[in-house]
Structures are given as C-alpha cells and as structure tokens.
C-alpha cells in the first residue's frame, strides 16, 4: 500500500478519508514541511511546531469549514494553513503580495475569523454559536486559546457570558504550552501547574464511579459529595463553575488521545472545555531547547540553526529603549518597568534581571498594564509602560481615563510605531498619533534616529504627566548615542538645515529620507520632534520666510501630525499650502517595510516626486 502523503490533502475532507497510521504519518510530514517552510520565508516557528498534531486533528473530527474553528492567537495557524489547501501559496508568507502569517477572512473559507492580537477567540465562537443557534444550524464552534492568552480578562468576560447562554455549541480547546512568547507569568500559570499535578483527583474519581456505580444510594451521594471535594483536589472548578465541562489535560502531541476525546467531545456538544499540553518547538531539538529565540526567526537553515551575525549591526530602536530604562533606573529608583507579556519584544530582559522588584510583566492584560501604571503614579512613582503602538489601542479607554483624565505621571515607550513589515495590518502602529493627539495633557514625541531617542525619553520621562514617545521597528540610521540622560524642551523642534522657499517639517525617521530631498533642492528642513505640543513659536517664523509646507510622517494621515499643523495654521489665521504626507485612509498589507514605504511614496524618490508635482512652481522660482 502507497504511502499518502501531504501533496495529496488539499483540503480537510481528504483528511477525514485517512486511518489512524496514516494521519499519523500525513502529521510527521507536516511538521516538517512547517519548519523547511518557515526556514526559507521566517515567520513564527515554535508556536507552530507545537499544534500540528491538533491542527490535524481538529480538521480530522469536525467537519470544517461548516464548523468553527478560530485561532488565538493567530500565529499557530501555518499547519492549519497548509491543510486547508494553502501549502502551495506558504513560500510567500509574510512576504507582499502573498498570504498573511495569521487567519484572514479574505484569504479563505476556512479562516473563520481574523485573530492577531490574542484573547479575542471565545467571544468570536460564542457570536457564531448563538447566530448558528437562532438559525437552527447544527455546528461546532471551537476556540483553540492559547495559555498566554488566557491571561487577558477579555477570556473570561467571554467564559463569564458563555455560561449563561442556553443552547450554544462551543469547545474551548486551552493549548497549554507553558508559555505565550515571554516566559508565563502570573496567578494563572501557577494555577496551570496544579491542575497538571492534579491527576490524583481524576484517577480517584474515575474509579470511584466503577465502584460505586452498583450502589445507587451511595454514588448518589459521593456525587453530593465530589462538588466540595473538587474545589480541595482539583482547581479545574473554575471552568466548571462558569459552566463548562472540563475535560483534561491530556497530551496535545497523542493523536491516539486526541482524536477519540474531540469525537467525544463532538457529540456531547453544550459547553466543553478541553485542556491540552503541547510543548513548543516540538520535534526540533533546537526549537524545544530555546523556543523564544524561534518563536519568530528570520530565514535559516534548518540544518545547522539560528547563527547569530558576526558583522557588526547598527543597534536597533528598541535596544536604545532597553539601555535607556536600565540607566534612568539607576538614577531615579522611583522608576518602575511594566509589560504586557513582551519582555524581549520591548527590550526589557536587562532591565529585569538588574531591578527585579521593579518590573512588571503583566501579562496579555493592556488594560490593566495601564492602570496598574496609574496606580503606581498616585503614590509618587515613576512608571513606564513599554508596550507596542498596536497593542495600546487595547488599553485606550484606560489612558484616557485612569492616566491622562488625572493628569499622572506615567510615560509610554510605543516601540513598532508605523510599518512592521511581514506582521502586516494587524501589528501596524500606524494610529498612535491620531488616537493620543485628541487626548487632553498627553504628550506625544517623535525622535528621528538612536540618540534623539534616548534624549526625548528623557524629556518625556522628567515631564510630570503622561507622555508617550513613539519609535519604529527595527535599527536606527547608526547615530552614535550618548550614555548621558540628557533632555531637551518640551515641544521645541530642531532645525537641521535651513533653506528656501519650502519647509519640510518632519516627524520621526523619515527625517533621513526629506533630507535628501532637502540637500537636492536647498529646503528647509526640521525634526519637529514633537507632535504635541508643536513648535508653534517656530511654524510662525517659517510662515514668514517660506512660501509652502511639507510634513512628513510614518502614520495616518487622518487627525495625524500634518492635521496638527493644518489647525495650527488655520486657527492662527496663516494662509500657506501644506502638503501632508503618511499613511492613506486603507490598511496596509504584510510586506517588506522598505518596500511598503516605497510604495507609499515615503523614500526620498517619493517625497521628491509628491513635492514636484504640488510645488512646482516654488522649485522653478
């Protein structure tokens, strides 16, 4: 008998012909073609290594795409990819113009529901459960969460109301793999551990229903009796409470386990919750040794591993961030370090072993990282929260009411600010400025290179109210940068050359890029470094001097930086032409960040031609 192999599987239902042998070895093949795959385009590994046996599985039972299955977060999604007839299209991932690293409703049926950020999962299926139920539609709907994600409160507001709706199909699927990206943190991890030590309660239970099954009276009442013994022997009480039937752990990498008990669980239907164990960067010996450094690698050999550069490389935005806390640390032990669950993303690793008892990972809990601030800033603290642009829309409501509201002490280190290349639109900082601008009291810097970083940190960080500094992905241009905790004025530009006619006013990096543009053409240029406030004093001077405006920013347009200008102009009643260059009113796909800025028309090939064309005239004069 031929061997089936994956070219054969171009969709689940050719899953579901397989035996037990075979979808085993169909399994084997797809954890290799996931880590080949990823070797060659990068993207995250670990994560995806750790759910092939349940992405084969889950597709192996239920009949998708008629039942529901959502990914959280998304980026354990590649096998679930590959099954569902995108195998072919995987040598484009991440990459412009190919498919998304996370589940997107455009790209596929079997894509039920976009999820990049985490911990939005069990509110989704339990949408599609009550639709399904009021339409008279018999489906399952699963939410595979991840342990990391099940830190974030909106998991439980969904458990919370789930257990309260009548007639609903819904399998919670908990993949416990003891870590999210940064090592776990907090009460739930710890609350994980006891429920894998908690064996002796299933195995007393179990048998004590064989026994006791020939004595009605008596099972009946141990039954009585197994409610309060539950709550001492097994912390799984919690689901149960909240209505669901707990089922697990069982092994997440056993598909001779796995299948029979989603067949089970299939049928049962009504509220289900089963707890798997995976391991991350299973069957890679490398990954499983240190899945942080592969949850997202670049490209690499397979064969040899991860080798770290020899050439020397221009530090990177968030590096000048992590020195900069370790030193202000130092210097002012009022100051305290708070992330949500992205240690190593936002630079913090140092900062943690140098100042333990005053840093804080939080956890996927934004809301809470921004209030918790808030709580230290009252008893005269100096908090920072280094959190990603796209993941403080998550803790909005909080920053405006719990920080800038009462005006607190707290700084904002927003790493990831505008593009991110391969993670696409769902990790883009492209909002930042316009959501923070609208805020009252908030401060909202823009450094252009390394040691403008540090410096307007520093400025921020003295101000005694909330401030955010905004910085991209990435490495700097190589500015050298100063080990002193110097700062500048607040809301006072610097003019880098001054020229004719024109004034380009930029904000962050894309200084470097107007600045060819400003050389080629002798204009003005300044790194405003400030969005708010603005450096009115100095957009009056220009106005007398200069007969156009350009802003340039990496971030929307709409209620951006330029549209800070704009009313500046209008309300002090200067009638000059601004061009406002950024980011257009549409999202922006996964792709290169240069080549999406290019395309944008953000490189000096671009601000040059969107200069010509609107001041044409200027030039020639």
């Known amino acids: 008998m031929a061997k089936v192999s994956l070219e054969q599987i171009q969709a689940p239902a050719d899953l579901r012909q397989l035996d037990m042998r075979e979808l085993r070895d169909i399994t084997s093949q797809l954890r290799e073609f996931v880590l080949r795959s990823v070797s060659q385009t990068g993207g995250h590994l670990s994560s995806n290594l750790g759910t092939v046996e349940l992405t084969s599985a889950l597709h192996y039972v239920f009949e998708t795409p008629h039942d529901r299955i959502v990914w959280d977060v998304g ?3 590649y096998a679930h990819k590959i099954l569902t007839g995108r195998r072919e299209q995987m040598a484009g991932l991440r990459q412009f113009g190919g498919i998304s690293g996370f589940p997107k409703r455009s790209e596929s049926e079997y894509d039920d529901f976009g999820t990049a950020h985490s911990s939005t999962s069990i509110s989704a299926v339990l949408g599609m459960a009550v639709a399904s139920r009021n339409a008279g539609i018999k489906r399952q709907h699963i939410a595979v969460i991840g ?16 257990g309260v709706t009548p007639g609903v199909n819904v399998l919670v699927i908990l993949n416990d793999n003891d870590m999210s990206i940064s090592p776990p943190v907090g009460a739930l991890n710890r609350y994980l551990a006891r429920l894998m030590s908690g064996q002796f309660y299933a195995r007393a239970k179990n048998v004590g229903k064989a026994v006791l099954q020939h004595v009605p009276p008596v099972l009946d009442l141990a039954r009585k009796f197994e409610g309060h013994a539950k709550g001492i022997l097994s912390p799984a009480t919690l689901f149960e409470e909240l209505g669901f039937n707990y089922v697990g752990p069982i092994d997440g990498h056993d598909l001779d386990a796995l299948v029979p008990t989603l067949q089970n669980l299939r049928e049962l239907g009504g509220l289900q919750f089963l707890h798997v164990v995976t391991r991350k960067g299973q069957g890679y010996k490398l990954a499983e040794a240190d899945p942080v450094l592969y949850h997202g690698p670049g490209k690499f050999d397979p064969d040899v591993g991860i080798v770290k550069s020899s050439e020397p490389q221009k530090i990177s935005f968030t590096q000048v961030f992590g020195q900069w806390l370790c030193d202000m640390a130092a210097h002012d032990e009022r100051l305290y370090g708070i992330t949500p669950a992205m240690r190593e993303g936002s630079g913090m690793v140092e900062f943690e072993q140098r100042f333990p008892t005053r840093y804080f990972d939080v956890g996927i809990a934004e809301q809470h990282a921004v209030t918790f ?5 009252c008893e005269g603290q100096k908090p920072v929260v280094a959190i990603y642009s796209t993941f403080l829309q998550r803790g909005y409501d909080q920053l405006i009411h719990d920080v800038a509201l009462q005006n ?6 927003l790493d990831r600010a505008g593009l991110v290349g391969a993670d696409g639109a769902t990790h883009a900082g492209n909002y930042d400025i316009a959501f923070l601008r609208c805020v009252p009291n908030m401060v909202i810097a823009t450094p252009s290179d390394e040691q403008e970083t540090r410096c307007l940190l520093s400025t921020c960080y003295q101000h005694p109210g909330p401030a955010a500094v905004r910085y991209p992905r990435g490495n700097g241009v190589g500015k050298p940068v100063q080990p002193n905790l110097a700062s500048v004025e607040l809301g006072k530009a610097k003019v880098v050359r001054m020229g004719k006619a024109i004034a380009l006013l930029a904000f962050g990096p894309i200084l470097y890029e107007a600045a060819k543009v400003a050389e080629k053409f002798n204009l003005t240029l300044i790194d405003m470094r400030f969005v708010k406030p603005l450096d009115t004093g100095l957009l009056q001077e220009l106005a007398q001097t200069h007969m156009g405006f350009v802003t340039l920013e990496e971030a929307a347009l709409m ?12 309300a002090a009643d200067i009638t000059v032409p601004v061009l406002t260059l950024g980011y ?34 200027l030039l020639e004069a």
């Open 559 to 570: 209620g951006g930086a330029g549209s800070a200008v704009l009313e500046y102009f209008s």
């Open 408 to 413: 607190l002490d707290v700084t904002f280190a």
């Open 75 to 77: 980026h354990q999604s």
């Open 584 to 617: 257009p009113d549409e999202f922006i796909d996964h792709g290169d960040q240069k080549r999406l800025a290019a395309n944008l028309g953000l490189v000096a090939e671009g601000i040059e031609r969107s200069i010509t064309e609107r001041f044409s005239d």
């Open 373 to 377: 601030a808030a709580g230290l800033a």
């Open 147 to 162: 342990d990391g994600a099940m830190t974030a409160g909106m998991a439980f507001e969904a458990l919370n109301n789930a």
